[in-house]
């Protein structure tokens, strides 16, 4: 299993750590009107999934942001942006921060995707910050589970890992 910290205490992460390789998971999420989304809706796309703990603070802020600028530079691939803030919450830090190339998700109602993935911090209820690149196939091209929760994952390599991937 990863190891991460939180503002450098240990957590526990919840469920099984994604290696480059295994197939990824479905899971369920929700869009910012409530909507649920599954990873297989975008299926035969390449998938940047972009885990923040709480869109709302500085470095998750800042790791939308970047993912959001470089969006346009990403021919076919989509940039999901997944944190356990409200739907609503989601909507409005988008709306006032001009982003439109990433679709914020929420795993709020469930942790689908939190437990699926091994990123569901258990004493916080939060995400722990990492980064997923999912080919076309809908292998996993690329994992960074960051260790210590509130630092920066490394873009460029995730950045690079999105390129490459088909």
Known sequence: MAS?????????LVGPEIKVGDMAPDFTVLSNDLKEVKLSDYSGKV??????PSIDTGVCSEQTRRFNEEADKLDNVYVLTISMDLPFA????CAANGIEKVDTLSDHRDADFGEK????????????????VVNSKDEVSYVEYVSE?????????ALKAAKEAE
């Open 117 to 132: 993935y091994g990123t569901l911090m258990k004493e916080l209820r939060l995400l722990a910050r990492s980064v997923f």
């Open 149 to 157: 929760g509130t630092t920066h994952p490394d873009y460029e390599a």
């Open 47 to 52: 998938k940047l999934i972009s885990v923040v």
């Open 90 to 93: 989601q909507g409005r830090w």
């Open 4 to 12: 991460v910290t939180f503002k450098q205490e240990p957590v526990t």
